[in-house]
């Protein structure tokens, strides 16, 4: 017959050695990955604005003009009713808003546009997370 191991499975020990790895690896790469959250909103906040301003450029193209302030972005969802040749399709699927769940600042005079995020605190200026984020402002 065969003999089994008296030593089948792990020891506290061993057990205790890998929960305190994980918890030392877990310490380092958390704080990494959390504090990365800010600076993902901010780059998203960036690519929707280049996004709504290639279909302000799109509807210009189309229609000779881009929509005023008071037509706003819904422009660009819902034909207005001085639009020439507004896509059947649209220029957007929805009104976006920015990652802090704001809807985007428009202002138009027809002839140049401006497509601001007030950023994290919702409030026109600020610094860091807080400061907004333009067309004019973007690389």
Known sequence: ?????????????????????????AALVVPKIVGRTDD???TRAKVDIKAIESALNLFKI???????????????V?????ARKWSPDGYLDKV?????????IYQSDGRQIVIVST????????????ADISNHSIE
């Open 1 to 25: 017959m065969h003999r089994r191991s008296l030593q089948a499975g792990f020891t506290l020990i061993e057990i205790m050695v890998v929960v305190l790895i994980l918890g030392l690896l």
């Open 40 to 42: 993902a909103r901010v």
């Open 62 to 76: 189309d229609n000779g003009f881009y929509p005023n302030s008071g037509e706003g972005l819904t422009a660009l």
């Open 78 to 82: 819902q034909a207005p009713p001085r």
């Open 96 to 104: 976006p808003v920015d990652p802090w769940g704001t809807e985007y």
């Open 119 to 130: 950023g994290a605190d919702g409030v026109e200026g600020g610094q860091g997370y807080n």
